[in-house]
């Protein structure tokens, strides 16, 4: 399964971006796709993530401001995220669990401005 991931940017704060990850090769089977971030000197910490039942996690510090969706025919996640504060600064990473094993997308930086 490869991962390609775009949209990532820099934006000033109360911004919005759009990020979105396809996943491609042996990709039938997908049973949850995501989203991690990684800030400098600290941990990745998933910020969302869908099932294919469509059931969603969010980090309670995006909840309200950010949104996950998918389309299965293009096995493809988006995440789109309002109300962008400098804190949400990092490199994001699309993630995807497929019978049973993890991959991680290349990371995109996210850089929002006071």
């Known amino acids: 399964v490869q991962l390609v991931e775009s949209g990532g940017g820099l934006v000033q704060a109360g911004g919005s971006l759009r990020l979105s990850c396809t996943a491609s090769?042996?990709?039938?089977?997908?049973?949850?796709m995501g989203w991690y971030r990684q800030a400098p000197g600290k941990q990745r910490d998933l910020v969302a993530r869908?099932?294919?039942?469509?059931?969603?996690n969010y980090a309670d510090s995006v909840k309200g401001r950010f949104t996950i969706s998918r389309d299965n025919a293009k096995n493809t996640v988006y995440l789109q995220m309002n109300s962008l504060e400098p804190e949400d600064t990092a490199v994001y990473y699309c993630?995807?669990?497929?019978?049973?094993?993890?991959?991680w997308g290349q990371g995109t930086q996210i850089t929002v401005s006071a």
């Open positions: 090769g042996s990709s039938s089977s997908i049973n949850a």
């Open positions: 869908i099932f294919m039942s469509g059931s969603t």
């Open positions: 993630n995807v669990l497929h019978l049973g094993r993890v991959y």
